[in-house]
């Protein structure tokens, strides 16, 4: 059984606000100081698919990335947190993530995955779209939102977040899931002899343009992009001690809280 | 131009959402639908009576909960609804994200996600959609005769249409075929707690600034004291402390509190992403370096337990004062 985590290499989500800047020329994101790192979620669908397989004899994960060169570095982090193999599919410029998908659909379907994995969302696009579109290229069912998931009786059962809870629901033949967190599915931190190792495993290196499937493209032309302007100007409150500041915010809320019908059953219940 | 407003089962405030999606609609000068695919006849019409919808439509076999859980029901249902509409516009949410980018490689769609803002150049529709966690905004229009969007919650005024009745469509889906899934049992993980945040007027949310799980406490009692929601950063989530339903960001709920109280948060921007459309934003956070300061309208610097604590009193005097 082989398994798949579809990764997507994204400008680093947490970069500081004065770092990231948008290309005029192409209205890209860009960065003064360049750092990608796979999609949290994804690395989340990593976590997941490894406790999977962990429990099943034989079973691999195989992570995979359409992206530049430089994206193998952070295969290996794959790798060291003990995926079985890693794949490279290299592609020169940024992707969206529906050409993300294609490629890799375009990839997965010459494969023997029984499972395709990857985040709800991508952090740079903002989209939901690469998980859905796998599936939808492949031909394969979704399953969204996974927290889980096991073998249960020679099916695959996939604990899934819905509303304000989970629901498991089972499922057979090969399908793609989209992973959301939850608790006990944080990724893990890679061991220095497993750090060490992964620097002596293959990445296989696939050219992006032998995949690419025959879609029409996401069908959209960018007129530009603009990084909105968000700053406001905050009032500090000040005062002698903590009691002063905070009687000064209770002054600013209570007016406000005299429109709301929750106050007062809130402060009647409390009092 | 005809546009279906497509109402997913997964919105649990089909009113409000309708209200947005109606918003949209009238950007776009479009003759619309509104198509919801687990309501039956009844139902249907009293939802588009809340929006002032002349046209709703639904499935003659309306899709239950079993079925509407396995979203390639959903697509197969959507696509025998929605075939002949130029746009399709659904409210974002996770039914959505399963359902709109599959519908738009049917129809054969641009897709425009997390849609932010509409409006027109030059007699060509532009799409304003979120980019980079909300760090950006990439202006788009579409090469296609159709065109899928969802957008994003709390970001369109909620707008009615002039209609006094509806005119309903059956829909026949004798011919597609829907998969009955296999579910097994369902758990609740934190009873209407989720739900209450995506609607609650405050909002009061903890992040990694409270230095442990028990600094919680002291905001759920904050949040009780204002009759308040109770969120939670990524990073407390993260860190064990607060279940994922709550958390507040890009990559948890996106929402649009009247006023939003940030304790011990840093203020990420994929935090800052969720709770843009905060109508008033306040921070109490120890570093005055914090990124929150730059998005907040009211900011605090002390020591979180010192003052929440102070505030509550104020806040339970000032009522009892009100009261007397």
Same mark, same amino acid.
């Given at each position: ?100 998908a ?26 939901s779209e690469?998980g859905p579109l796998v599936a939808e290229m492949l031909g394969w069912p979704l399953i969204s ?30 399908f793609v899931?989209t ?93 | 131009?005809?546009?279906a407003?497509l109402i997913p089962p997964s ?24 198509i919801v695919l687990h ?5 249907? #019409? ?11 439509? #639904?499935l003659?076999?309306?899709l239950?909960?079993?079925l509407a859980s396995y979203s390639d029901n959903l697509v197969a249902a959507a696509l025998a609804a929605c075939g002949?509409a130029?746009?399709v516009?659904i409210?974002?949410g996770p039914g959505a994200d399963d359902l709109a980018p599959r519908l738009a490689v049917r129809l054969g769609a641009?897709f425009?996600g ?32 159709k065109?899928v969007?969802t ?20 829909i026949?889906t004798?011919a597609v075929t829907f998969v009955q899934p ?123 337990? #010192? ?18």
């Open positions: 059984m082989r398994v798949a985590t579809f990764m997507k290499y994204v400008l680093d989500p947490e970069i500081l606000s004065r770092d990231f800047a948008l290309n005029p020329a192409t209205g890209l994101p860009t960065t003064t100081f360049p750092s990608f790192q796979f999609d949290p979620y994804d690395r989340i669908a990593l976590e997941i698919a490894l406790k999977f397989c962990d429990t099943i004899a034989g079973a691999k994960v195989v992570s995979v990335c359409t992206g530049p060169d430089a994206a193998q570095d952070r295969l290996r982090e794959t790798l060291a947190v003990r995926a079985d193999e890693a794949v490279l599919i290299e592609t020169a410029q940024p992707l969206t993530d529906y050409d993300r294609a490629v890799f659909a375009g990839w997965a379907r010459t494969q023997d995955f029984c499972v395709v994995l990857c985040g709800r969302m991508t952090s740079d696009t903002d989209s690469a939102n996974v927290v889980k998931i096991e073998q249960r009786d020679g099916r695959i059962a996939c604990q899934r977040e819905v509303g304000d809870g989970y629901e498991w629901i089972f499922i057979d033949g090969p899931a992973a959301t967190n939850a608790p006990g599915n944080t990724p893990r931190k890679a061991k220095l002899q497993d750090v060490m190792r992964a620097q002596r495993m293959p990445i296989v290196r696939v050219a992006a343009t032998d995949h690419l499937q025959k879609f029409n493209g996401r069908g959209l032309k960018t007129l530009r992009a603009h990084i909105p302007s968000m700053v406001r100007v905050c009032h500090r409150i000040e005062g002698a001690d903590a009691a002063e500041k905070a009687r000064e915010l209770a002054a600013h809320l209570l007016p406000l809280l005299e429109q709301k019908p929750a106050r007062s059953r809130s402060l009647e219940a409390v009092s | 131009m005809k546009a407003l919105v649990t405030d089909a009113e409000a959402a309708l209200g947005e999606v109606m918003a949209a609609a009238q950007r776009l000068a479009a003759d619309v639908e509104l309501f039956d006849r009844a139902a249907a #019409t009293a939802l588009a009576a809340t929006a002032g919808v002349a046209r709703a439509a #639904t003659a076999n309306p239950d909960a079993m002949d130029d746009v516009l409210p974002a641009a425009v997390n849609c932010v803002e509409i409006g027109e150049e030059g007699g060509v529709i532009t799409f304003g959609r979120s980019i980079c966690g909300g760090r950006a905004i990439e202006t788009v229009t579409s090469e296609r005769p065109t969007v957008l994003s919650r709390k970001r369109f005024a909620p707008a009615k249409g002039s209609a006094a009745t509806c005119v309903m469509r059956i026949d004798s296999q579910l097994g049992e369902r758990e609740s993980a934190a009873g209407n707690t989720a739900r209450r945040l995506t609607q609650s007027s405050i909002v009061v949310s903890g992040g990694r600034g409270l230095g442990t799980a028990d600094g919680f406490n002291i905001v759920n009692e904050l949040a009780e004291t204002l009759g308040a929601a109770v969120g939670a950063s990524r990073a407390a989530v993260d860190a064990g402390w607060a279940p994922h339903s709550i958390q507040v960001g890009q990559t948890g709920k996106v929402i649009a509190p009247d006023v939003y109280i940030a304790i011990g948060i840093s203020g990420a921007p994929q935090h800052v992403a969720g709770i843009a459309g905060a109508k008033l934003v306040i921070a109490i956070n120890s570093d005055e370096q914090a990124p929150i300061f730059q998005w907040a309208h009211l900011g605090i610097v002390d020591d979180y337990r #010192t003052v929440v604590a102070e505030l509550i009193n104020a806040l339970r005097n000032g009522s009892s004062v009100e009261a007397a």
